[in-house]
């Protein structure tokens, strides 16, 4: 019968090198001291493993840690019980008790939750929490006009403990953007006009912005997963993942034939398509039907036909030897989270937090 071990079982490999989130940990942090660096593990640590990269980012030094939810922060606390975490998508009434019970920071995003929680406060003792402030995404956090009113009213921030005051850039990952400088300016303003605290603006591109929107501390999301801060530098972050496909067969083609659905790519000539098992079931988006590749050695081999549910098919011409069972490159040195995402016509954001399930993953660097 020979072995029967699941992990015998071939399946395209997502290899995720902890070094690289460490290596990029440590970039920021130098880059913006004496401001401090956090973490941002929200969606799984970007789709990444929260599992394994909150306890690595812990033994670099990250002590600051911010989460979407008070599920994520939940599940965070279970592995880094010493942490400071931090919610970003506010105060929910029903939730109250959970911050309090897993020692959780809520970002409070309106002056409603900031009530909520100095009433809670007043009934505990006082715990932390963050004040987001709006000034120009238009999503969560003060509005303008309840900013006006928490200037006038300071004492709405006397019964708990003022930790963070935050807010978020609109257009950081374009440094010529007007915005950028108008949401510096009035984050400046009304932090001066609001009890002293930590203050923080800048996310991965904001911190490439230059140390005037570093403030106090900066937060950083996908610059640790290697996504790059803008266009306009060469990325200085390493590359941490990589994506392995299985090709399951090859097929030799010729004119008039065509592939895959709606028979999108009619071959003009003698060619060789590989057939690889990942599709926009594991992440590699539809809309990427289009212009990506993949690479076998130096060899780049264009995406042809639309991509499906669990296959996707490129043009391996010029990939003399490469036979079923081999693997090709989806992403990696040659193709990296930045290129495949410009291809893609989306961001290192939307690749990272789609990736599938289905692979096998493989981390380096967990017992540095
Ligand atoms: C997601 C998020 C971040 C991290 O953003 P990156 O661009 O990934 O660095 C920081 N702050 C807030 C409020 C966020 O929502």
Redesign the pocket.
């Known amino acids: 019968m020979g072995n029967t071990k699941a992990s015998n079982i071939v399946r395209s490999v997502l290899s995720i090198d902890l070094n690289a989130i460490a290596a990029n940990y440590n970039l920021l942090k130098k880059k913006v001291a004496p401001a401090s660096c956090s973490a941002?593990l929200?969606a799984d640590a970007?789709g990444l493993g929260v599992d394994k990269v909150a306890p690595r980012l812990w033994q670099e030094g990250c002590r600051i840690f911010?989460v979407?939810s008070i599920d994520e922060a939940i599940k965070l606390r279970e592995k880094l019980p010493e942490a400071e975490i931090t919610t970003?998508n506010g105060l929910l009434t029903e939730e109250i008790q959970y911050y309090y019970v897993h020692r959780i920071l809520p970002t409070l995003n309106d002056l409603g939750q900031i009530d909520t929680w100095a009433t809670f406060c007043r009934q505990h003792h006082p715990m932390p929490a963050a004040v987001?402030l709006d000034t120009g995404m238009s999503r969560l956090g003060l509005s303008p006009v309840e900013q006006d009113q928490l200037v006038e009213n300071p004492a709405k921030l006397h019964d708990f403990e003022f930790r963070y005051l935050?807010s978020?850039l609109a257009c950081a990952d374009c440094p010529e953007h007007p915005m950028n400088e108008r949401q510096r300016a009035d984050f400046l303003d009304i932090s001066s006009r609001l009890p002293t605290t930590t203050r923080s603006l800048a996310?991965?591109?904001g911190i490439f912005l230059g140390i005037g929107w570093h403030f106090d501390m900066v937060?950083?999301?996908?610059?640790l997963y290697g996504?790059k801060p803008n266009d306009a530098l060469p990325n200085p972050l390493a590359s941490v993942i990589k994506l392995d496909g299985i090709v399951l067969q090859i097929r030799d083609v010729d004119s008039p034939a065509t592939v895959g659905y709606g028979a999108t790519h009619q071959f003009t000539d003698k060619s060789r398509i590989a057939t690889v098992a990942v599709g926009y079931a594991d992440g590699y988006l539809r809309s990427a039907s289009k212009q990506t590749k993949a690479y076998w050695g130096e060899t780049a081999l264009p995406l042809v036909g639309r991509v499906s549910m669990d296959l996707i098919t490129f043009d391996a011409t010029k990939a003399k030897g490469l036979k079923a069972g081999d693997t090709v490159q989806l992403i990696g040195p040659h193709y990296d989270i930045n290129d495949l995402s410009a291809d893609a016509g989306t961001i290192p954001?939307e690749i990272l937090t789609s990736l599938g399930h289905r692979y096998r993953r493989q981390y380096f660097g967990i017992d540095k």
Do not use: P, T
């Not at 937060?219 to 610059?223: M, Q, V, Y």
């Open positions: 941002v929200k970007y911010f979407a970003l987001h935050l978020h996310a991965s591109s937060r950083a999301g996908i610059c996504g954001y």
